[in-house]
């Protein structure tokens, strides 16, 4: 059974890198979301635990985690909730994969366009070791405003994606 929740413990935060970008859907606003995913990436540096309003209420199946070990995380908690944050976690770190929304679920197999654009970048992440994770640094933790510069847009998949 894959792992539903962010370990609490201190992870180091790496971004799928395209051009210096993380990834996003278009149409989706990452502006709304800075605060939420600056914390988010505070309470995964400081290993304190995300709340558990981020995570998926569904009791169903989650086919993403299960076949591919990427969970979503609710990052427009109280603002939209149809906008996600596409994450993996490994022993020592989260790797910030892409923002989009639910319709990756409608995908067959779920998630395919994100997993045939990022992939083999999650793989080449997650085999590289990286040093011990440090608590929190504010000089080092992106600032809501920051993290604007660290998006790109992505054209909203369809089901034949």
């Given amino acids: 059974m894959k792992i539903t929740r962010i370990q609490h413990k201190p992870k180091v935060v790496e971004y799928v890198d395209v051009g210096g970008k ?20 505070r309470w995964i540096e400081s290993g304190t635990g995300i709340p558990e309003e981020y995570y998926r209420e569904s009791q ?5 985690l299960m076949d591919h070990g990427w969970m979503h ?6 603002i939209d909730d149809n906008a996600l944050l ?15 929304d639910h319709s990756i679920f409608d995908e067959r197999p779920r998630g395919k366009s994100l997993i045939n654009k990022f992939g083999n ?33 992505l054209k909203k998949p369809t089901k034949e994606n």
Avoid: M
Wanted: aromatic share 6%.
């Fill in 60 to 64: 169903g199946i989650d086919y993403l």
């Fill in 121 to 153: 970048k999650v793989k080449h992440l997650k085999q590289n070791p990286i040093p011990t994770p440090q608590p929190t640094n504010p000089q080092t933790t992106p600032a809501p405003s920051q993290l604007r510069s660290k998006t790109l847009t």
């Fill in 22 to 41: 993380l990834p996003v859907l278009n149409g989706i606003d990452t502006s709304l979301f800075e605060e939420n995913i600056a914390n988010i990436v």
């Fill in 73 to 78: 995380l609710h990052i427009g908690y109280g």
């Fill in 86 to 100: 596409i994450v993996e976690q490994t022993e020592d770190k989260v790797i910030f994969i892409a923002i989009t």
